[in-house]
């Protein structure tokens, strides 16, 4: 008995990776905008430069990252300190908040886009 047609089995199962990391890097690339939306809006407001400075870059593949650019010491201070009073809005852990209230909903957003189809 001969077996043939494991080259179109392994390219199929090849397409259907590259399907699914591309589905998977996609979600991704949409929880990142998600929590740069809800860690701008939790973001203290001075000026508004703060939160103006909020971004999402990719970093690698299906790896992005959030962050308030060229805001310095200043974002990371504002970010950590507890007893700092916001009069005009916002809270510390901008960042943080969002993101470990949302983690669970990130993860399911991910494993259903990378599911198969």
């Given at each position: 008995?001969?077996?043939?047609?494991?080259?179109?089995?392994?390219?199929?199962?090849?397409a259907?990776?590259?399907?699914?990391?591309?589905?998977?890097?996609?979600?991704?690339?949409?929880?990142?905008l998600?929590?740069?939306?809800?860690?701008?809006?939790?973001a203290?407001?001075?000026?508004?430069?703060?939160?103006a400075?909020?971004?999402?870059?990719?970093?690698?593949?299906?790896?992005?990252?959030?962050?308030?650019?060229?805001?310095?010491?200043?974002?990371?201070?504002?970010?950590?300190?507890?007893?700092?009073?916001?009069?005009?809005?916002?809270?510390?852990?901008?960042?943080?908040?969002?993101?470990?209230?949302?983690?669970q909903r990130?993860?399911e957003?991910?494993?259903?886009?990378?599911?198969?189809?």
């Amino acid at each position: 008995m001969k077996l043939e047609g494991l080259a179109a089995v392994e390219a199929r199962i090849a397409a259907e990776l590259a399907g699914m990391k591309q589905r998977a890097d996609a979600a991704m690339h949409e929880n990142a905008l998600d929590l740069q939306g809800r860690s701008q809006q939790a973001a203290p407001i001075e000026y508004g430069e703060l939160r103006a400075a909020a971004d999402v870059r990719k970093v690698g593949e299906g790896e992005y990252e959030v962050g308030f650019y060229g805001q310095g010491i200043k974002a990371i201070v504002q970010h950590e300190r507890l007893d700092f009073n916001h009069p005009r809005g916002g809270q510390a852990k901008y960042l943080e908040g969002p993101l470990n209230e949302n983690s669970q909903r990130y993860i399911e957003n991910v494993r259903r886009a990378a599911g198969s189809r």
